[in-house]
């Protein structure tokens, strides 16, 4: 039930267009949604996180969709780069839990140019 | 811009042996973190510290592990008896606040490789 499932595992786009990652979770005690970018030989840096209470969150070409019924949210990049070729973490926490984040499986996307 | 740092970036020890994973969190921050990520694989939880005892822990972080905050500014993990599947990159973060919006910075890792 603290398991966060994303896809795809990888994605591929051209430079311009829009890369959409998505996650699902069982656990409706999270209440932290945050996603982390991570390049190669690097620790994971926090890009943009939401909580329940709003269905999206929007930060530049960022942005997380929230979908609280169906325990799903994505994380959409507008105007993808080549730049923004990296690995991508979804995560969620509950409160009072040490602020454990459970991370899902990662997406590596590549832009192409 | 203040940073979470780790050293060594890379350790290579022999099965059996004890390592001790160094970090210095950001400066006024509260809560401390470790984390791991086997090559390829998610990150996973280890431990969260707080105010100078362990807040959680995950299964991962057994006998075999310990944390410790020795002076003021480091914030090690110790694993007294390394075995093979414990290698794997470690992240150290922490956080100014607890809670959702206690955003967790991570260093850079330390690549332990256990021969």
């Known amino acids: 039930q603290q398991q966060v499932k994303q896809s795809p595992q990888s994605l591929i786009v051209q430079k311009g267009g829009i890369s959409i990652i998505n996650c699902a979770y069982e656990n409706t005690a999270f209440d932290y949604f945050p996603w982390y970018q991570q390049f190669p030989g690097k620790g994971p840096a926090l890009l943009i996180a939401?909580?329940?209470?709003?269905s999206e969150k929007k930060e530049g070409r960022f942005t997380i969709s929230f979908n609280k019924s169906a325990k799903q949210f994505s994380l959409h990049i507008m105007d993808s780069q080549p730049g923004d070729s990296a690995t991508y973490f979804c995560?969620?926490?509950?409160?009072?839990?040490?602020?454990?984040?459970?991370f899902g499986g990662g997406t590596r996307l590549m832009v192409k140019p | 811009e203040p940073e979470v740092t780790q050293t060594p970036s890379h350790q290579v020890t022999q099965m059996g042996q004890e390592v001790i994973l160094r970090c210095v969190p950001i400066s006024n921050h509260l809560y401390f973190y470790w984390y791991r990520q086997i090559l390829g694989q998610k990150v996973e939880f280890l431990v969260s510290?707080?105010?100078?005892?362990?807040?959680?822990k995950s299964e991962i972080f057994d006998d075999q592990f310990s944390v410790e905050r020795p002076d003021g500014s480091n914030f090690t993990l110790k694993i007294r008896s390394t075995k093979l599947e414990d290698s794997a990159m470690y992240f150290c973060?922490?956080?100014?606040?607890?809670?959702?919006?206690?955003?967790?910075?991570f260093g850079p890792g330390t690549r332990l490789t256990v021969l």
């Open positions: 939401i909580r329940p209470d709003v």
């Open positions: 995560a969620a926490s509950t409160p009072n839990a040490g602020n454990m984040l459970t």
């Open positions: 973060a922490s956080s100014e606040l607890a809670g959702g919006w206690g955003e967790q910075f």
């Open positions: 510290f707080y105010n100078n005892e362990i807040s959680e």
